[in-house]
């Protein structure tokens, strides 16, 4: 071959290879971004026994099913996996579909986008009318603003999922929804542990980390939750996970999640916990420790910073309607009132902790 022609040649080829999709890893070659790296929202097709699983919906049990994605490669594909329902109240009295949990098999997921997952949390459409559907955005922005705020924080990824029934050709249905991070994965990339406790007295934890999470609860109005123990549960702590160094390893670190019975979300078929002198679930209660009161000016000042963040979370999400979106942000605004005013956040706040100062 001429040698004008071989450097001809050879610069096609190396224009092809530039210009060629990324591809899923094999052996040794780059991957794509795992799930949770990225938050951009994925589109989604899952396909499964829909009808049989709401027929059946008492019974834990696994279901085959199908998942199809458009990857990073810019290429279609398909995932067989199980799922499974979960959850109580949405699952047995609320919803028409219920919260489901997604089982891979992790061998299968080697070089795609959801490698190292054995099974996650599936928060999904419930039920076809719309502002049910606005709950969950809601809640998946409640995930994203604890994002902001620590590091021991579930992750979450926003999906717009078809959901397509592989036993009954029926019309299909698409909805928002998002997975949530494996609280081992929260505790591996803090270079910590999942806890297994069944309770611990509120001094081993962390004081900055439950500082700050006490307030988080008191801004998006969550009543439901505990970081010390689970009435009823063998393992602590309730809508919260521990991870830590170890079992016996002090300070412990408390991680939140299950959002849809807060006042920021404000879900119609939501109530305060029994016990608590509430009227409705937007009636915050500070249900924080003293012994993070040392630590509020800093945290106030950390909220204060993040209070712009906070607000474009809502600002810049167009699934919002906008009549969610501005009740959503007043509620927020309400908050920093609370936190800014000197003489509110002694009544409201500092002046309701529970337990004794270190």
């Known amino acids: 071959m001429p040698a004008n022609l071989r450097l001809v040649t050879g610069l096609v080829m190396t224009g092809l290879l530039l210009a060629a999709p990324f591809s899923y890893a094999k052996d040794g070659d780059a991957k794509p971004p795992k799930l949770f790296a990225e938050p951009g929202e994925m589109n989604v097709t899952l396909s499964g026994p829909w009808n049989r699983i709401k027929k059946n919906i008492e019974v834990d049990k696994l279901y085959p099913a199908r998942l199809t994605y458009t990857g990073a490669d810019g290429q279609q594909h398909e995932i067989d996996l199980e799922v499974s329902p979960r959850g109580l109240t949405r699952r047995l009295r609320v919803c028409d579909f219920p919260p ?6 992790k061998k299968k997921m080697k070089g795609t986008e959801f490698r190292g997952n054995k099974s996650l949390k599936l928060v999904t459409y419930c039920d076809t ?3 049910y559907e606005q709950y969950y955005i809601k809640e998946f922005l409640v995930y994203r603003i604890y994002n902001l705020l620590t590091e021991y924080s579930f992750r979450v990824r926003p999906m717009t999922i078809t ?14 929804g998002f997975l949530i991070e494996d609280v081992d994965d929260v505790a591996k990339r803090n270079d ?7 309770k611990i007295p509120y001094k081993q934890l962390d ?5 700050k999470a006490s307030l988080f609860q008191y801004l998006v109005g969550n009543l439901d939750w505990s970081a010390i123990d689970a009435p009823g549960d063998e393992s602590c ?6 991870i830590g160094a170890g079992n016996d390893a002090i300070p412990k670190y408390v991680v939140p999640y299950d959002f849809d019975s807060t006042g920021l979300v404000n879900a119609h078929y939501a109530l305060p916990p029994n016990g608590l002198n509430v009227r409705n679930i937007r009636q915050r209660l500070y249900r924080g420790f003293c012994l993070s009161n040392d630590l509020m000016p800093q945290h106030i000042a950390f909220f204060n910073e993040k209070n712009a963040e906070v607000l474009s979370l809502f600002n810049d999400n167009s699934k919002l309607t906008d009549r969610n979106r ?11 009132e609370v936190i800014n005013d000197p003489k509110k956040l002694q009544k409201e ?3 309701k902790c529970r337990g004794e100062a270190l």
């Open 100 to 105: 489901l949990k997604v089982h891979f098999d």
């Open 129 to 131: 009318n719309t502002k």
């Open 163 to 176: 959901y397509e029934d592989s036993e009954k050709r029926k019309s299909s249905i698409t909805r928002f």
């Open 192 to 198: 910590l542990k999942k806890l297994s406790i069944e």
């Open 207 to 211: 004081p900055d980390t439950i500082g």
């Open 237 to 242: 702590c309730h809508n919260a996970k521990l």
């Open 326 to 336: 501005k009740a959503a942000i007043k509620y927020i605004e309400e908050f920093y």
């Open 349 to 351: 706040i500092t002046g």
